[in-house]
Protein backbone atom coordinates (compact mmCIF):
# COMPACT_ATOMS: atom_id res chain seq x y z
CA UNK A 1 0.00 0.00 0.00
CA UNK A 2 1.36 3.42 -0.73
CA UNK A 3 1.90 5.42 2.30
CA UNK A 4 2.95 9.06 2.21
CA UNK A 5 4.33 11.59 4.84
CA UNK A 6 4.04 15.21 3.84
CA UNK A 7 6.31 17.75 6.51
CA UNK A 8 8.53 21.14 6.33
CA UNK A 9 5.29 23.18 6.49
CA UNK A 10 5.79 26.44 8.71
CA UNK A 11 4.86 30.40 9.52
CA UNK A 12 6.88 32.60 7.13
CA UNK A 13 6.29 36.24 6.43
CA UNK A 14 5.54 37.34 2.37
CA UNK A 15 8.83 36.46 0.35
CA UNK A 16 10.56 33.96 2.48
CA UNK A 17 11.46 30.26 1.74
CA UNK A 18 10.41 26.72 2.33
CA UNK A 19 11.17 23.28 1.53
CA UNK A 20 8.22 20.37 2.07
CA UNK A 21 9.02 17.02 1.86
CA UNK A 22 6.70 14.31 1.11
CA UNK A 23 8.68 10.77 2.61
CA UNK A 24 7.40 7.65 0.68
CA UNK A 25 6.85 4.11 1.26
CA UNK A 26 5.55 0.84 0.01
CA UNK A 27 6.57 2.22 -3.83
CA UNK A 28 9.28 4.09 -5.49
CA UNK A 29 9.07 7.65 -5.96
CA UNK A 30 11.50 7.13 -9.50
CA UNK A 31 8.71 4.67 -11.14
CA UNK A 32 5.62 7.06 -10.57
CA UNK A 33 4.22 10.77 -11.45
CA UNK A 34 3.57 12.70 -8.72
CA UNK A 35 1.82 15.50 -7.62
CA UNK A 36 2.09 18.39 -4.99
CA UNK A 37 -1.19 19.70 -4.24
CA UNK A 38 -2.35 22.28 -1.77
CA UNK A 39 -5.82 22.89 -0.08
CA UNK A 40 -6.87 26.74 1.05
CA UNK A 41 -8.53 27.65 4.33
CA UNK A 42 -11.72 27.15 4.64
CA UNK A 43 -11.83 25.47 1.32
CA UNK A 44 -12.29 21.92 2.82
CA UNK A 45 -15.87 21.76 2.27
CA UNK A 46 -15.76 22.25 -1.67
CA UNK A 47 -13.96 18.36 -1.65
CA UNK A 48 -11.27 19.88 -3.97
CA UNK A 49 -7.47 20.52 -4.22
CA UNK A 50 -5.18 22.57 -6.15
CA UNK A 51 -2.45 20.67 -8.20
CA UNK A 52 0.76 22.93 -8.22
CA UNK A 53 3.23 20.73 -9.34
CA UNK A 54 4.07 17.73 -10.97
CA UNK A 55 7.02 15.04 -11.99
CA UNK A 56 6.92 12.28 -14.37
CA UNK A 57 8.84 9.42 -14.42
CA UNK A 58 11.06 10.82 -16.80
CA UNK A 59 11.74 13.76 -13.93
CA UNK A 60 10.06 16.45 -16.50
CA UNK A 61 8.25 18.53 -14.12
CA UNK A 62 5.43 21.14 -14.49
CA UNK A 63 3.83 23.64 -12.49
CA UNK A 64 0.81 25.46 -12.27
CA UNK A 65 0.67 29.12 -12.98
CA UNK A 66 0.38 30.08 -9.73
CA UNK A 67 3.43 29.25 -8.28
CA UNK A 68 5.73 28.82 -11.64
CA UNK A 69 9.24 30.44 -11.10
CA UNK A 70 8.79 30.07 -7.25
CA UNK A 71 7.74 26.64 -6.19
CA UNK A 72 10.38 23.65 -7.42
CA UNK A 73 9.51 20.11 -7.27
CA UNK A 74 12.46 17.73 -7.11
CA UNK A 75 12.33 13.85 -6.07
CA UNK A 76 15.58 12.62 -4.12
CA UNK A 77 15.44 8.36 -5.01
CA UNK A 78 18.03 7.54 -2.49
CA UNK A 79 15.74 8.59 0.40
CA UNK A 80 12.47 7.96 -1.84
CA UNK A 81 11.06 11.39 -0.90
CA UNK A 82 9.39 14.14 -2.89
CA UNK A 83 10.18 17.95 -2.05
CA UNK A 84 9.04 21.08 -3.11
CA UNK A 85 11.08 24.21 -3.06
CA UNK A 86 9.24 27.00 -2.34
CA UNK A 87 10.56 30.43 -2.78
CA UNK A 88 8.64 34.14 -3.33
CA UNK A 89 6.56 32.80 -1.03
CA UNK A 90 2.85 34.94 -0.77
CA UNK A 91 0.35 35.23 1.52
CA UNK A 92 -2.06 33.56 -1.13
CA UNK A 93 0.27 30.63 -0.42
CA UNK A 94 -0.96 30.13 2.95
CA UNK A 95 -2.94 26.22 2.51
CA UNK A 96 -2.41 22.74 3.80
CA UNK A 97 -0.08 20.83 1.04
CA UNK A 98 -0.21 17.19 0.21
CA UNK A 99 1.18 14.96 -2.18
CA UNK A 100 -0.51 12.49 -4.48
CA UNK A 101 0.98 9.67 -6.80
CA UNK A 102 -0.43 10.46 -9.64
CA UNK A 103 -0.38 13.56 -12.42
CA UNK A 104 -2.46 16.22 -12.59
CA UNK A 105 -2.55 20.35 -12.61
CA UNK A 106 -6.37 20.41 -12.63
CA UNK A 107 -8.03 20.56 -9.43
CA UNK A 108 -8.81 17.04 -7.72
CA UNK A 109 -11.59 15.94 -5.47
CA UNK A 110 -10.49 14.30 -2.24
CA UNK A 111 -12.28 11.53 -2.63
CA UNK A 112 -10.61 10.79 -5.92
CA UNK A 113 -7.89 8.91 -4.06
CA UNK A 114 -7.46 6.65 -1.12
CA UNK A 115 -3.70 6.98 0.24
CA UNK A 116 -3.65 10.95 1.35
CA UNK A 117 -1.02 11.53 4.01
CA UNK A 118 -1.61 14.19 6.93
CA UNK A 119 -0.52 17.09 4.72
CA UNK A 120 1.79 20.09 6.09
CA UNK A 121 0.43 23.37 6.61
CA UNK A 122 1.81 26.50 5.32
CA UNK A 123 0.84 30.15 6.72
CA UNK A 124 2.36 33.32 5.00
CA UNK A 125 2.21 36.42 6.57
CA UNK A 126 2.27 39.81 5.03
Known amino acids: QEHLVESGGDSVKAGGSLRLSCAASGFSVTNRCMTWLRQAPGKEREGLREAVATIDTDGVTDYADSVKGRFTISRDNAKNTLYLQMNGLKPEDTAMYYC????????????????WGPGTQVTVSS
Open 100 to 115: GVFCSLTPVRTIWYND
